[in-house]
């Protein structure tokens, strides 16, 4: 099985950066992926870790170190409209995603 | 842009009534998942179909849920009866399953209300 951990919430000021952690343990491990998600709305793909490192795309950057089980989403220069739930998301067999329950973004003036 | 489309975005009945939702994946995607999201739980995969065929529905209750995909274009949920603790947002996604980094791709969700 899948077990995934977040923090469910976080509160950051505009313009600073914010880091959000994922810890996972799983008995299969196919990449990982970070999905953002505003209130009311369809989750959204953001990025995707299959190696170690860092995968930078734009604001957001996503780390994976697959020995600790560890990833991190680093969002900068943070704007309001970043205020969202960000979901962690690891993918096992197939094409199979197991989310964990989201950490809950609040961006503060 | 291609999106995922799901019908209808709201949905309000009785307990004890059936409830079909339906969902088109993006064209050319060949795999389709079902998702329930709640506060307390989460996403939570119900189902999930390659190739029109099932290949997962451990996460969904089968006396009252069933999963289809008629045809490529159609995927289907529905709860008969349907009963108040399914009170939730129901995603549909779909990714096409050729190389590691593809997402899935969500549709705008069911939101479903069973007095």
């Known amino acids: 099985g899948q077990n995934i951990d977040q923090p469910t919430e976080m509160t950051a000021t505009e313009g600073a950066i914010v880091q959000i952690n994922c810890t996972y343990q799983?008995?299969?491990?196919?990449?990982l992926f970070w999905y953002q998600q505003h209130a009311g709305e369809a989750p959204t793909f953001l990025s995707y870790?299959?190696?170690?490192g860092l995968e930078e795309k734009g604001r957001f950057s996503s780390f994976l170190s697959r020995s600790k089980g560890y990833s991190y989403l680093l969002l900068k220069e943070l704007q309001m409209k970043d205020s969202a739930s960000y979901l962690c998301?690891?993918?096992?067999?197939?094409?199979?995603?197991?989310f964990g329950t989201g950490t809950q973004l609040k961006v503060e003036l | 842009d291609a999106r995922v489309t799901q019908t209808p975005r709201h949905k309000v009945t009785e307990m004890g009534q059936e409830v079909t939702m339906r969902c088109q994946p993006i064209?050319?995607?060949?795999?389709v998942f079902w998702y329930r999201q709640t506060m307390m739980q989460g996403l939570e995969l119900l189902a999930y179909?390659?190739?029109?065929?099932?290949?997962?529905d451990s996460g969904m209750p089968k006396d009252r849920f069933s999963a289809e995909m008629p045809d490529a274009t159609l995927a289907t949920l529905k709860i008969q009866p349907s009963e108040p603790r399914d009170s939730a947002v129901y995603f549909c996604?779909?990714?096409?399953?050729?190389?590691?980094?593809?997402?899935?791709?969500f549709g705008d969700g069911t939101r479903l209300s069973i007095l």
């Open positions: 998301a690891v993918r096992g067999g197939g094409n199979k995603l197991t």
């Open positions: 799983t008995s299969g491990f196919n990449g």
């Open positions: 996604a779909s990714g096409r399953e050729v190389g590691g980094n593809q997402p899935q791709h």
């Open positions: 064209l050319g995607h060949n795999t």
């Open positions: 179909f390659r190739n029109r065929a099932p290949l997962d």
């Open positions: 870790n299959v190696l170690d």
